[in-house]
């Protein structure tokens, strides 16, 4: 089950890393881009309490010495099964956008931003019909994006962290 853990978190790792050199080998214009995402309700402060304890207690030293600049957790989440999923939440200096990954919603806590791609949990989260406007750089590639990368399991009313990058 472990090495089933294991190979999601290296997939995503090389599909990140793929999609920034990508990004990269094109020359495109840099300019202000605005998107207009829903807000994410918190149905379960499960959730809450799983990022406190498994993400900013974690040993990492970005978590530890928080940096202004980087205030944003990309959380890319797969069901399993109706009761199951795999959360990544990747730090990241800016916002960075997916080609293959749908954006659902986001929400704030503790002075980050959380911005959620796929599968939703409607045990833990809802989208709301409030939409927030979040403004990026469009055209300029982040080759060093990951700062850090937490694996989470959700299985059972229960968060575990299953695996820990730091950078």
């Excluded at 809450?48 to 202004?68: M, R």
């Excluded at 959380?75 to 099964?81: A, E, F, N, P, R």
């Excluded at 954006?103 to 791609?117: A, P, S, T």
Aim: with cysteine; glycine share 4%.
């Amino acid at each position: 089950m472990k090495a089933n853990h294991y190979m999601f978190l290296v997939f995503v790792c090389v599909f990140c890393g793929i999609a920034d050199l990508s990004n990269a080998q094109s020359i495109q214009k840099i300019e202000k881009a605005h998107l207009y995402i829903p807000e994410l309700i918190i149905e379960d402060s499960l959730i809450l309490n799983g990022i406190d304890s498994l993400i900013f207690h974690s040993i990492c030293p970005e978590i530890k010495t928080p940096n202004e600049k980087v205030k944003i957790f990309n959380v890319i989440s797969k069901q399993k099964d109706r009761e199951s999923f795999n959360f990544l939440f990747n730090l990241q200096s800016g916002i960075q956008l997916y080609d293959k990954l749908k954006l659902q919603g986001c929400f704030e806590y503790k002075d980050y931003l959380f911005l959620w791609f796929d599968d939703v949990p409607i045990q833990l989260l809802s989208i709301s019909n409030k939409k927030r406007k979040l403004t990026y750089t469009k055209g300029v590639p982040i080759f060093v994006s990951d700062l850090a990368t937490f694996s989470i399991n959700y299985i059972n009313n229960d968060l575990t962290l299953v695996g820990i990058c730091c950078f």
